[in-house]
């Protein structure tokens, strides 16, 4: 399994930790099961483009890779928008630091994902 496809692998299951951990944070309530869905499908869809890219096909493995990248990019981004509003709210007196440094850690990890992904797919010879 080449580097690229373990980090969407880790990326997409640190996700889904994460958002069980938001929701745990949360007390399990109703209202915050938005963190599973965001952390869990999140992570699910990363893992779908770990498995496309492991795929024999080029077009799978292509699509997989490339998708991966920019899934890992858009998911960093919107757990940053919503870190920063987390952020906003513990400025304002609310009992959310936790959820804030859960979701700033989700939008890191997207960008170092990212990175990681970019810098250790396969070189061009080397992709099925």
């Known amino acids: ?9 880790l ?4 996700l889904i930790v994460c958002g069980l951990g938001a929701w745990a944070v949360e007390e399990f309530s109703a209202k915050a099961r938005t963190a599973v869905i965001a952390g869990g499908g999140g992570g699910a869809l990363m893992l ?3 498995f496309l890219s492991s795929s024999k096909s080029k ?3 292509m699509t ?3 998708l991966g ?7 960093g981004a919107m757990y940053g928008w919503r870190a920063i509003a987390a952020w906003e709210a513990v400025s304002a007196g609310e009992p959310k ?32």
Request: cysteine-free; glycine content about 4%; charged content about 10%.
């Open 59 to 61: 077009a799978a493995y």
């Open 1 to 9: 399994m080449p580097k690229s496809v373990r980090i969407m692998v």
């Open 48 to 50: 779908v483009m770990a």
């Open 97 to 128: 630091a936790a959820l804030a440094v859960l979701l700033t850690a989700m939008a890191a990890s997207g960008v170092i994902a990212f990175i990681a992904i970019l810098r250790n797919r396969p070189a061009p010879e080397n992709r099925t």
């Open 69 to 75: 990248m920019v899934l890992a990019l858009l998911l």
């Open 11 to 14: 990326f997409g299951l640190f």
């Open 64 to 66: 997989g890779i490339h």
